[in-house]
Structures are given as structure tokens and as C-alpha cells.
């Protein structure tokens, strides 16, 4: 495997793999731990070049006819949760994942999840792109993305349509990333995600099941009052026309407490102020009361809890 050094104005990484051990350790390194199998082992060639930014890992892959498979015994060793999102950009490629299966052919999209096993079957040379991020960064609740894992969504109609060219010209935009707009960049992508995922699970339409509705409707109205200090159970709960019990249960049914997601939320906001260009002149504290911690001190602790350093200390170190 050649590993191909990047400029100092860029932090684009490109590895190069010339047989099945090289391939095997190229993915490894650039994605989690995989298995790699192919009837040709000594021909198999392929080439992953890759950025990161914000936790947000891009890849885009290139290589020969192969099988990978995440089997439990590789989960096992993990200890970090993805979200895996293919863009088929050359060729096919065979999904398979929590009983399902999906052939995924140029501009169709799928997501997985390296908590479970999976596999991706190329019969033929192909070129993918690939976003892995940790679950956290997106605002759907890991089980509601569970019932998408394996699924075709098309790139050529609806949502899908207005997404894929924003990911393909990201795909061959890497260099993008290492600029000072790159986390907008990312996170634009896994906004634009998100929204695809909202419209395949049917949370946009009056057909969907009023629960999952109603929880998603919350965490909407969640996102879009961050900034407000009046946000809390009740205020919540008043707005959705339900009781504050209602609400407290339907936050336990997913493993935890309101007010917890509103943390979780108001910290992930403030992690990515902390990391614009545009904001890098603003106090810690301006930014943190932008998003609804009104005290300074306290929004410090929350966030060295969260993220193991000082708001200030994050800021210096990315």
C-alpha cells in the first residue's frame, strides 16, 4: 500500500493498493476494521482517496471486483458507533445488511450501520463514495435510520435527484475539505442527508405514524428554539398540545431525558460555531449564549464534559 503525502495546502490522504493485503489495510485504516475477500486476490487493485473533517470522514473508492464484510467479531473489537452513506458513482455494487438487500447502481444511495453486520458485494470495477460519521451528528434517532439500512434510494427522482450531485461534486471536490469552509461543507452534506432520510421514512407526510411523527416534529421544533432560554418540558410539551408526562415518555422510550437532548443538542450546535472561520472573532461565551446557555461557567463544565476540553482549548486545538 502507498500512502501518497499531502501538500501542506491540502489534507486530502490517497492510498494505493496493489493486492488484497494492501486493500485490506487501506479500508481498515480509512473506514473501521473490514474483511476483505476476492476470487482474483492477486489482481485486486483499488485506490481510496479520503478527507476528514469535524468527525465527518469522505472517501472516495475506486478498486476492482471484491467482497467486504463487517462480521460481529470485527464489531466486537470497535467501540466508536457509524453511520455509513454510499453513493454509487461507477458501476454496482450489493448491499446487505439486517436481512435485507439492496443493488445499488450509479447515483443510487444506502446507508449502514458498523454497530451490525454487513455486506458490500462488487462484482465488477466500480467507483463509490462513501460518508462515515459518528450517529450523533445527525438529529434522527439511530433506530428510525435502522429501518433504512440496506435500502435504495434513488438519485434519480425526488430528494434524491436534488442530493446526489451535491455529494458527487464533493466527491471530486476532497481538496474542499481541508479549506476553511470545509465543516460547513460536511455538514451540509449530512444536512441534505438527513432530509432524505426524513422523506424516505415518511415524517414529512400525514400518512406516517403519528408517534414517530410526533417525535420528529419535536425534535424539529427542538432545533429551531435552541436559542430560546424559555425552552424546556413544558414549553414544549404546551406547543405539541400534549402533557409534560406524555413528553417525558416519549424522550424515555428512546433512552433518555429531555432535557438531556436539549443539552445534547444546544453543545452540538456550540461544538460547530467553535470550529467556523466566520465566527472565529465572536467570545466563547457570545456563542454559547447564542444557543441558549445563559451562564458562561456552567456552559464551560457542560461542554468539557462532553467533549473532555474547554470550550476555549477545543477552539485553539481545530
Known amino acids: 500500500m502507498i500512502g501518497v503525502p499531502a501538500s501542506p495546502a491540502e489534507s486530502v490522504s490517497t492510498l494505493v493498493a496493489r493486492n488484497i493485503s494492501e486493500f485490506r489495510a487501506a479500508v481498515s485504516e480509512s473506514f473501521v476494521p473490514l474483511q476483505v475477500s476476492s476470487v482474483g486476490a492477486d489482481r485486486l487493485r483499488g485506490v481510496i482517496r479520503g478527507a476528514s473533517v469535524d468527525e ?15 462480521t460481529p467479531e470485527l464489531i466486537a473489537r470497535g467501540d466508536r458507533s457509524y453511520f455509513k452513506v454510499s453513493l454509487m458513482l461507477a458501476g454496482t455494487g450489493l448491499l446487505i445488511q439486517d436481512d435485507r438487500e439492496a443493488v445499488l447502481r450509479t447515483g443510487d444511495l444506502a446507508v449502514y450501520d458498523t454497530d451490525r453486520p454487513y455486506s458490500l458485494v462488487f462484482d465488477d ?95 424539529a421544533h427542538i432545533d429551531r428554539n435552541l436559542a430560546s432560554t424559555d425552552l424546556g418540558p413544558a414549553s414544549i410539551a404546551a406547543a405539541h398540545f400534549i402533557s409534560t408526562r406524555h413528553l417525558h415518555g416519549l424522550f424515555q422510550e428512546q433512552g433518555m431525558t429531555v432535557s438531556t437532548w436539549i443539552r445534547t443538542r444546544r453543545l452540538e450546535q456550540c461544538r460547530r460555531d467553535l470550529l467556523d472561520p466566520m465566527l472565529a472573532d465572536r467570545p466563547v461565551a457570545a456563542i454559547a449564549a447564542r444557543w441558549g446557555f445563559v451562564d458562561a461557567a456552567h456552559f464551560s463544565r457542560a461542554f468539557k464534559a462532553a467533549f473532555s476540553v474547554s470550550p476555549s482549548e477545543y477552539r485553539s486545538a481545530h
Open 125 to 219: 470495477d466500480f467507483r463509490t463514495m462513501v460518508v462515515m460519521f459518528p450517529k450523533h451528528l445527525i438529529s434522527l434517532p439511530p433506530d428510525m435510520i435502522g429501518q433504512l439500512t440496506a435500502v435504495r434510494i434513488s438519485g434519480q427522482e425526488g430528494l434524491g435527484s436534488l442530493v446526489v450531485p451535491y455529494l458527487t461534486q464533493l466527491a471530486g471536490n476532497l481538496d474542499q475539505l481541508a479549506g476553511t469552509t470545509g465543516a460547513r461543507l460536511a455538514h451540509s452534506a449530512l444536512d441534505l442527508v438527513t432530509t432524505v432520510f426524513t422523506r424516505e421514512l415518511g415524517l414529512d407526510e400525514s400518512s406516517a405514524d403519528p408517534h414517530r411523527v410526533l417525535v420528529q416534529r419535536i425534535r
Open 56 to 70: 465527518v470522514h469522505v472517501n472516495d473508492v475506486r478498486a476492482t471486483s471484491h467482497v467486504v464484510e463487517r
